[in-house]
RNA sequence: GCCGCGGUGGCGGAAUUGGCAGACGCACGGGACUCAAAAUCCCGCGAGGGUUAACCUCAUGUGGGUUCAAUUCCCACCCGCGGCACCA
């Protein structure tokens, strides 16, 4: 036989598993299926590096497990390549990013193919495809139409210098003198925070779900926990405290009482009048005032609106408490009582009111805009200012609501108001301050400040020498009682959809003024593809460069066919990935027109979900999350079946550089496989990947044990050239047995707990029992062989062919591993807990007859000496252990 | 600060979940083969003591504890990596 030459048998049993097409899933398969997916590269301008084939080996080990086993398996691969590395390039060196990624994923693709991943090519798939991008714009059209999708204005990263918006992972944070300040990657510039209007997917609405149904998946647990803290399901209650009080107090010294809401009107008398007054116009509403109401009423604009509302001598039509604004809508009437209208806001303005005024007929005619305007002014206004309001407060420990000694509500620095509010538990009267520490935005943007339950607040108490106050818990009674409603906030945010760049897949959305509305490309125009551009920068504003493109731009409504325009931000990189294990099942579809149907098609129906699915830790927050909740949203229109996408997750660690550092072009650290491939093989580096740690476990590359993997297989090799040959001293043939059966049960519980470096561990302890062996059953190497074969699947199979197979070994089925109990055992003699002596014994001799022996051992004789044995602990098959008295 | 993961020979790491600590591999030392080197094969390889043998003592980040017995369980702390970061 001639010399292990990895080179010629790799490359020569890579084209014939092509062409035997043994790694193609078939879709009708009456077999078993099993669906294993690896997270699907990006192609950068690095090539492939050692990291990314950590993930992949391991998942392919398991695909040729499963494929032995009997099961349709199916394990594809494609390209995320949309993404900012690309489009950095291209803005430097003005080529094209379409080019760029073709020329990018040729190298990759030959790259996985010299690694031997039993990938099925057939279902390659790319990202920056247009038929790929049609789907990912017609399922973004999707959530569209269920009102998952919306506008807001967002703040995004500026830089001042590059005058363009950046990424996220565009800025770095750096320590300076004075702190930590967020700048520019690129020119080192401090970032702006600059507002612009961006799509917004309602991830929100599925905090609830997202977080719930992880009990559905098998996941690792830190993965599920890192998930559930990121959604920061909170539990607990909303509670309001009334305001009284106002400063500066404004209002004549009537006779006065407090009124219902807390504060002053002029006398009893005039009071009542109003309120009779005020009844009859909330039941008998202008058709302006019943149309708005309609659009306030029941905290629709996320604020709390009364009608109709007595404030000292006047009635206002829509008053806003806690945020101090007054809602007037005006008819024809007011041309009449100028002065009157004067007057009250006049004073409504000095009582710290905002007073906004619509006319009837535009609150008619435009409801919708008249609602948006009102809904800005409330984003503007701080919380809780004005007159008589409340304070809603949501906290998770609404029992200590007995020790709340203030209020602390979101400030720029710490600030008491002057105000005070009446704790609803026990009518104390407290403070309302302005704190730091406390965030717009969290909660309801105020907390109720119980100092001798909470650290922040006892340190704010501290400083401004507030009281604490360390009470019994309120029951469920109290709380009750006092109106505490039980309430769930999230940490989740909804997900900026928007990107103002050039590399990604358009937005497929037309605005149209005279419709006044956003409308979406109709499912025959999609995809909505890239134009190409002279220049990939962002432009001057911040929006994208196909901004700059009028033809493009420019377009007709869909609805009224009017002239309109196209949206010119594009989607984020996660768009993509977000659905990629659907797109690898859509053969055909996918280049057709999209269609429910044609998503849900029988093939979505017989692959998922996925089986197992192998990735990084970094992606649970983002890619994990986000194609989870795409996911349940294509569940709910009922286009793809499961709650879940993922049966199985489980994350493999990081290869660092030689350094320690992460791997990347910029830190020039990257270690890139195809060098060693030459210099070892694939077989050898798949081997070695694979025994170098604990799968999960981050580790740095070191390439000192390569050769180790590289001696293991040339001695595999030679031994195939000793079975049924080699004759002479050593092991009898009977005794390899049961080793070898064991380490066919211990390769196949490695496999299933991805503890792949003790599956080879125990491969390579069986060789060195085979080399001592007076002489190997070809059938016990065979069944080596298959073993060996999912980490070395070429040589596997060319020893396999030498042994006279014919068909391929990836045809063969998995061994079964037979249990057999060893007649002799090893059991450990302890004087005290500490190991004195070692004995072979029968198998099946008694507990008796075994204490026996042990006292009969001469050094067991030594150390009882002159002792009495006081207590026998014995461990069947195991151990013996005699503790002596003194 | 909080959450998660980890800390075992010169190095990567094993240890059937409480039962021989250091499997397997790398590196290193000695030997065989060779004119020589490489490759290969054999032997050794945690530290200290010991007549360099048998054997003994110590040793799994540190300090306590539980137990006949602890790398494994409990308490307190130290260090490294990753994530979140005034989250009410």
Redesign the pocket.
């Known amino acids: 036989m001639k010399k292990y030459n990895p080179k010629a048998i790799e490359a020569k049993w890579q084209k014939v598993w092509a062409k035997q097409k043994l790694n193609l899933a078939k879709d009708g398969s009456k077999k078993p299926k099993f669906y294993a997916l690896i997270e699907f590269p990006f192609p950068s301008g690095d090539g492939l590096h050692v990291g990314h084939m950590r993930s992949y080996t391991a998942l392919d080990v398991v695909a040729r497990k499963r494929r032995a086993e009997g099961y349709e398996v199916l394990y594809p691969i494609g390209w995320d390549a949309f993404g900012l590395p690309t489009e950095n390039y291209a803005i430097k060196t003005g080529r094209q990013p379409a080019l760029i990624t073709k020329q990018n994923t040729t190298r990759y693709r030959k790259q996985l193919q010299s690694l031997g991943f039993s990938f099925d090519w057939s279902r390659e798939v790319n990202t920056t495809d247009p038929n790929y991008y049609k789907w990912t714009q017609w399922l973004f059209l999707q959530f569209f139409k269920k009102g998952l999708a919306y506008k807001a204005k967002i703040a995004i990263n500026w830089c001042p210098k590059d005058k363009i918006g950046l990424a996220n992972e565009e800025v770095v944070t750096r320590s300076t003198g004075s702190g930590q300040v967020e700048v520019c990657e690129r020119c080192g510039t401090a970032v702006e925070q600059r507002e612009k209007d961006q799509w917004l997917l309602a991830i929100t609405k599925y905090a609830d779900r997202l977080d719930r149904e992880l009990d559905l998946v098998d996941y690792p ?2 993965v599920k ?2 998930q559930r ?2 959604i ?1 399901r ?1 539990e ?1 209650a909303e509670i309001e405290f009334k305001v009284i009080n106002p400063t500066p107090d404004p209002l004549p010294e009537g006779e006065g009482e407090v009124g219902e809401f807390g504060y002053h009107t002029t006398d009893p008398n005039t009071w009542r009048v109003l309120q009779d007054r005020a009844l009859e116009m909330r039941k008998s509403p202008t058709p302006a005032e019943k149309i708005l109401w309609q659009s306030l009423r029941n905290n629709s604009t996320g604020s709390h609106f009364r009608r109709q509302q007595i404030i000292w001598k006047f009635i206002a039509d829509f008053v806003c408490l806690e945020k101090a604004l007054v809602i007037e809508v005006d008819g024809d009437i007011h041309d009449y009582q100028k002065v009157e209208d004067e007057e009250r806001s006049t004073f409504l303005r000095e009582s710290g009111f905002k007073v906004i005024r619509f006319h009837n007929d535009e609150v008619i005619k435009n409801t919708s805009l008249v609602v948006e305007k009102i809904k800005d002014q409330l984003k503007a206004l701080p919380f809780g200012e004005g007159l008589g309001g409340v304070i809603k ?5 609404p029992e200590t609501i007995f020790g709340v000694t203030f209020i602390a509500r ?1 400030g720029k620095a710490d600030r008491f108001t002057g105000e005070y509010a009446v704790n609803p538990a026990n009518q104390e009267k407290i403070p309302i301050w302005e704190a ?13 400040g119980v100092p001798a339950h ?1 650290e ?1 607040d006892l340190e704010f108490a501290k400083k401004h020498n507030l009281p604490i106050k360390d009470v019994p818990m309120a029951d469920q009674e109290t709380l009750t009682k006092i109106g505490a409603k039980p309430h769930t ?1 999230y ?1 989740l945010r909804d997900w900026v959809f928007s990107r103002q760049r050039y590399w990604g897949e358009p937005i497929p959305l037309i605005f149209c003024a005279k419709c006044n509305e956003w409308q979406p490309v109709p499912d025959k125009d999609l995809p909505v593809k890239l134009p190409k551009v002279k220049k990939y920068e962002p432009t001057d504003n911040g929006d994208s460069p196909l901004a700059n493109i009028k033809s493009w731009v420019e377009t007709k409504c869909p609805k009224c066919g009017g002239a309109a325009r196209r949206e010119t931000d594009v989607m984020p990189n996660w768009a993509g990935s977000s659905w990629y294990y659907l797109a690898y099942l859509m053969k055909k579809a996918i280049g057709q027109r999209p269609t429910s149907l044609g998503l849900a098609s029988s093939n979505i129906k017989h692959w998922l979900p996925v089986d197992w699915y192998n990735g990084g ?2 992606h649970t ?1 983002l890619h994990l999350l986000y194609s989870r909740f795409w996911h349940k949203v294509l569940n709910d229109l009922k286009l793809v079946p499961g709650k879940e996408p993922y049966a199985k997750r489980t994350s493999h660690g990081l290869i660092l550089a030689h350094d320690g550092e ?1 791997m990347s072009k910029s830190r020039g650290n990257v270690v890139n496989p195809d060098e060693l491939v030459k210099r070892f093989g694939a077989d050898t580096l798949r081997i070695y990947e694979m ?4 799968f ?5 590359w ?1 390439e ?2 390569l ?3 590289r ?2 297989l ?2 595999v090799w030679k031994m195939a050239e000793k079975v049924d040959k080699k004759k002479g001293k050593g092991v009898a043939v009977s005794d390899l047995n049961p080793k070898l059966q064991s380490t066919i049960i211990k390769v196949g519980e490695d496999i299933e707990a991805m ?1 792949f ?2 599956a ?2 125990s491969l ?2 069986l060789l ?1 029992e085979f ?2 062996a007076a002489s190997i059953p070809a059938q016990f190497f065979k069944t080596f062989l298959k073993l060996l074969s999912p980490f070395a699947p070429h040589l596997a199979d060319e020893l396999w062919h030498h042994l006279g197979e014919k068909k391929s070994i990836h045809l063969a089925p998995w061994p079964k591993g037979e249990k057999i109990a060893s007649e002799k055992v ?1 059991i ?1 003699i ?1 004087i ?5 002596d ?1 004995i072979e014994v029968s198998a099946k001799i008694s507990e008796l007859e075994l204490k026996q022996l042990v006292l009969e051992q001469p ?1 067991v004789i030594n ?1 009882v000496k002159g002792k009495e044995v006081v ?1 026998t ?1 014995v ?1 069947p098959r ?2 013996v ?1 005699l ?1 002596l008295g003194d």
């Open positions: 647990e830190p926990l890192q803290n990121w920061g909170r607990g407060i949501f906290t998770t420990r979101a730091e520490y406390v965030m717009d935005g969290v909660g309801t943007g105020a907390v109720m909470d922040r906030t940490k830790m970094e927050t992460k025994f170098m740690g604990p999960g476990q981050a580790i740095a070191s000192d044990g050769v180790g993997s001696r293991f040339e001695r503890k470096n003790t080879i561990s390579m302890i060195n080399e001592a090893k450990v302890q005290n807990g500490k190991t004195r070692l050094k150390w207590k602990i461990v195991r151990l252990n503790v």
